[in-house]
């Protein structure tokens, strides 16, 4: 498992994000990002509030369940 991890350096800059997930959520993560990255991270930079998190979940658990998918959200 280790050969597919990616490493990268450099300094965090004013206005950098970072993201730290579970396991569940970075698979979500993961899964939004092939289709499209640039709106997947619209949607994280956007999330301020755990109400706002609460509020995705509950959404993409909705989703999952009307499409007929079983999906890993957290």
Do not use: E, K
């Not at 993201?19 to 289709?35: E, I, K, N, S, Y």
């Not at 640039?38 to 949607?43: G, I, K, R, T, Y």
Request: proline share 5%; glycine share 6%.
């Amino acid at each position: 498992m280790t050969d597919r991890l990616a490493f990268g350096s450099g300094p965090l800059l004013p206005g950098d994000l970072l993201f730290v997930a579970t396991d569940a959520f970075a698979h979500w993560m993961l899964g939004q990002a092939a289709p499209d990255q640039a709106a997947l991270w619209a949607v994280l930079a956007d999330l301020h509030h755990d109400a706002t998190f609460a509020a995705l979940v509950a959404d993409q658990r909705a989703a999952s369940c009307a499409s007929g998918i079983t999906a890993v959200v957290p």
